[in-house]
């Protein structure tokens, strides 16, 4: 299952790095790999995920999660 995060905040490659790590501290997430210049996350999962975890998670590592596809 995948899932397309669009965040807001991210401004260079560490930020990218950032949100990258934070996301595959979730049990489910298989893979994950930010655009920076999409704005987006495309993550991979064993298993759905509440989307407010998928927020919670990167409100805590500082950004903003807009939507979720």
Not at 11 to 27: D, F, M, P, R, T
Not at 30 to 44: D, I, P, Q, T
């Amino acid at each position: 299952m995948k899932k397309k995060l669009f965040i807001e905040g991210m401004g260079c490659q560490k930020c990218v790095h950032h949100i990258e790590e934070a996301l595959k501290e979730i049990s489910a997430v298989k893979s994950a790999r930010v655009n920076l210049e999409g704005r987006y996350a495309e993550v991979e999962l064993n298993q759905d995920v509440d989307e407010d975890i998928f927020k919670a998670v990167i409100d805590e590592a500082g950004y903003e999660l807009v939507s979720i596809e």
